[in-house]
Each structure stands twice: as structure tokens, then as C-alpha cells.
């Protein structure tokens, strides 16, 4: 179990560019979760994988944000046209289907938007 | 809609003292309650839940968490607060209703002192 591991650990990219962060859960959690953390508040859930299914999307994920799992394994997590307000720590947590409950968290990645 | 409040943003506790962190929360449907735990530098860890079953629930490192249904409130516990239990703690909520969206208060920081 080498636990979940996100890549870059951190991102710092100007206003208007382009960011896509990566997440290998580990390798027998088909549940997949991306969450979004910003300073002195707890995760905001951003969106839920089942395998390649996403299957739950919060309002929080607006049309500049998407993420996919093609092949029910690694996540891609992708904000274009980045805004100062995208800056937070971006964490991906997994879980076994039947311990939906207990998530493995990620180190997360930080995104600073300059 | 479902929340969580962690009313307190700092506890402090002398080492060997007991130790309570607060949390209160609301959901439309029976409660899914989870505690997790961030240390500087780490990712989130779980620390205990609560599904169905006794109220009172253990987790690691001694924790214990008391769910109230008629006061909608899930507090950590501790009998004897370690100087290494300072950290970050975080409650959580999922409704039982089939969603796996968790909801997290915005963290209690505990600072145990020697």
C-alpha cells in the first residue's frame, strides 16, 4: 500500500492558463473524490468517481473545471482559464467500494494563481 | 441541505487532561459521521465513524467520538490528551441516501500543552 499519491505537489501558474493536476489512488479503491481546501476551511467536495463513472459533480465544479478517470484508475483534474479565486489546495482521497466511509487522502496539491 | 459546525476554531487542553472537540451537524436523512485528523505537512487521516449501532464509537490513538441524535451533535473525545494528539481535526457528514458527497466543518486546531 503506498497510499494515495497527487502530482505536482505544487502549481503556480498566471491568471488565464491552463493547470491539470494528477491523482493515483490506490490500486485496489475503485471511489475516487476530488476536494478542494482553502485556508481555515475544511474540504468542499468537488466531484466523485465510481471507476471511470463520474457520478456526482458539486455546483462548486463550474464549466471551467473537469475531471475525468478513463480508465478507472489515475484522475486527471483540469481548470482552464485559471482565476485568482482557483488558488487552494486541491485533494484527492479513494476509498474500497465497501468502506465508502474511510478515505485515504492524498498530500494534495496546491495551485497558486499569480 | 447538509452542514456541519465545529463551534470552536482552537481547543486547548494540558497533556493528561481530557480533551473534547466539538461538532454539531444537519442532514435530511440519517447521519453518516466521520472524524479525520491533519497533522502539519500530511494528509487527512480517518480517525472513527459513526453508521448505525452504539453511540459511542472508538477510533485510533484513543480517540472516541458520542453520537447524540436529539442534539445532532458527534463530539471527539480523549480520557488523556498527548502532547502528540496536536493537530488539525476535522468532522464530517454523509446523508444515508446513496450520494457519497461528504461535507466537512472547517477544522478544529487542538493545541495540547506539556
Known amino acids: 500500500d503506498t497510499g494515495v499519491s497527487q502530482n505536482p505537489r505544487h502549481k503556480i501558474t498566471k491568471r488565464g492558463q491552463n493547470v491539470t493536476f494528477r491523482c493515483d489512488p490506490i490500486s485496489e479503491h475503485n471511489r475516487l473524490y476530488w476536494y478542494r481546501q482553502t485556508l481555515g476551511q475544511g474540504p468542499e467536495f468537488l466531484t466523485y468517481f465510481q471507476n471511470e463513472a463520474q457520478l456526482e459533480k458539486s455546483r462548486l465544479l463550474s464549466d471551467r473545471f473537469s475531471a475525468e478517470r478513463p480508465k478507472g484508475s489515475f484522475s486527471t483534474l483540469e481548470i482552464q482559464r485559471t482565476e485568482q479565486g482557483d488558488s487552494a489546495m486541491y485533494l484527492c482521497a479513494s476509498s474500497l467500494p465497501d468502506r465508502s466511509y474511510e478515505q485515504y487522502f492524498g498530500p494534495g496539491t496546491r495551485l497558486t494563481v499569480t | 441541505a447538509q452542514s456541519v459546525a465545529q463551534p470552536e476554531d482552537q481547543v486547548n487542553v494540558a497533556e493528561g487532561n481530557p480533551l473534547t472537540v466539538k461538532c454539531t451537524y444537519s442532514v435530511s436523512g440519517n447521519p453518516y459521521l466521520f472524524w479525520y485528523v491533519q497533522y502539519p505537512n500530511r494528509g487527512l487521516q480517518f480517525l472513527l465513524k459513526?453508521?448505525?449501532?452504539?453511540?459511542l464509537v472508538k477510533g485510533s490513538y484513543g480517540f472516541e467520538a458520542e453520537f447524540n441524535k436529539s442534539q445532532t451533535s458527534f463530539h471527539l473525545k480523549k480520557p488523556s490528551a498527548l502532547v502528540s494528539d496536536s493537530a488539525l481535526y476535522f468532522c464530517a457528514v454523509r446523508d444515508d441516501t446513496g450520494g457519497f458527497k461528504t461535507i466537512f466543518g472547517a477544522g478544529t486546531r487542538l493545541f495540547v500543552k506539556a
Open positions: 459513526y453508521i448505525t449501532g452504539d453511540n
